[in-house]
């Protein structure tokens, strides 16, 4: 279990960067202020203290993640010492693995950067040409 000589209690936006959900603890403040992230089912502010047992549901992007607090952590670790702060349901990571995949399957989207530079042109021409 992950050293948690300091974590008798722990501030939700510290826990979340803590277990790595987030690079810093204002972005997960942020995602706490924006409604992102829930805590037994309902909203919090960055200040709310966790505990063992709780149960947190996390928005990132299109990911989705369901979690139960499993210890309390205020320093960030590395990431296996993270993981054994939390226990994810079968269930969420299942729906993530299917997000990914239709992630993957999406083609790219195709955007310019402006202007077409002289390399650029040159290479449509020959796709132009080529038809």
């Known amino acids: 279990m992950p050293n948690t ?6 501030r939700i936006d510290k826990w979340l960067f803590a277990a790595r959900f987030y690079k810093t603890r204002s972005l997960a403040a942020e995602a706490i202020e924006r409604g992102r992230v829930h805590l037994n089912g309902s909203r ?6 966790l505990a063992p047992g709780d149960h947190i549901a996390i928005r990132i992007g299109n ?36 997000i990914a ?9 195709f955007y310019t950067r402006g202007r077409p530079t002289k390399r650029d042109r040159r290479e449509i ?7």
């Open 101 to 109: 995949e239709r992630l993957k399957a999406q083609p790219s989207p």
């Open 44 to 49: 919090v502010k960055p200040s709310k203290t």
């Open 5 to 10: 000589e300091t974590a008798e209690k722990s």
């Open 63 to 98: 990911y989705h993640y369901d979690i139960e607090v499993l210890a309390l952590s205020n320093k960030r670790a590395s990431a296996a010492i993270a993981q054994q702060l939390y226990l994810e349901t079968e269930e969420s990571r299942q729906q993530r693995e299917i």
């Open 125 to 131: 021409m020959r796709l132009k040409d080529s038809e």
